[in-house]
T-cell receptor, first 115, second 114 residues
């Protein structure tokens, strides 16, 4: 079945630094990937839709200059959290929609802790 | 946009009993309804899904029903086991394109007591 690989699984960084999270589709091409953020005991909230070869579409309230998304190939999308602050600490999850049944496959998530 | 409501937020059952989780959606154009199981520290895993041209779907101990008229769908887990304990999310999506987003319900924390 379709597999989405996400790395790293957890990262601790100092306040003010940047962190990059990678999301790869291993056995299919993903023209679109989705990035979610999940706070403890809450649901997944869509942050942005990543489109291969074009600019990402951000949800209302998500700072595009803080959460940089690059989708340079059909198998890789990256999310960079710039100038991270403790309030950015969260669980970040990527997803892609697969053919032919167009189900959604999720990565294993990245636990970001900003200290 | 789409709004998905999920109930209950927590559910505790005895091992062997059934568990039912219900969701309602607002957008009549939604046509794909997956259910995900999420264990602590992991990404969501698809357990079953249903499309709008089907009223019910079953996979061993798990079943999903869809009522398009009422705009609600439900997850049924029979003969629950302790390993079924997790957080379950329903979701809804419109269209069949790769770019159509999923909208999630608030989640249900299921606890199966041995």
């Amino acid at each position: 079945g379709a597999v989405v690989s996400q790395h790293p699984s957890r990262v601790i960084c100092k306040s003010g630094t940047s962190v990059k999270i990678e999301c790869r589709s291993l056995d299919f091409q993903a023209t679109t990937m989705f990035w979610y953020r999940q706070f403890p005991k809450q649901s997944l909230m869509l942050m942005a839709t990543s489109n291969e070869g074009s600019k990402a579409t951000y949800e209302q309230g998500v700072e595009k200059d803080k959460f940089l998304i690059n989708h340079a190939s059909l198998t890789l999308s990256t999310l960079t959290v710039t100038s991270a602050h403790p309030e950015d600490s969260s669980f970040y999850i990527c997803s892609a929609r697969t053919a032919p049944n167009y189900g959604y496959t999720f990565g294993s998530g990245t636990r970001l802790t900003v200290v | 946009g789409e709004n998905v409501e999920q109930h209950p937020s927590t559910l505790s059952v005895q091992e062997g009993d059934s568990a039912v989780i219900k969701c309602t959606y607002s957008d009549s154009a939604s046509n794909y309804f997956p259910w995900y199981k999420q264990e602590l520290g992991k990404g969501p895993q698809l357990i079953i899904d249903i499309r709008s041209n089907v009223g019910e779907k079953k996979d061993q101990r798990i079943a999903v029903t869809l009522n398009k008229t009422a705009k609600h769908f439900s997850l049924h887990i029979t003969e629950t086991q302790p390993e079924d304990s997790a957080v379950y999310f329903c979701a809804a999506s419109t269209g069949n394109n790769a770019g159509n987003m999923l909208t999630f319900g608030g989640g249900t924390r299921l606890m199966v007591k041995p």
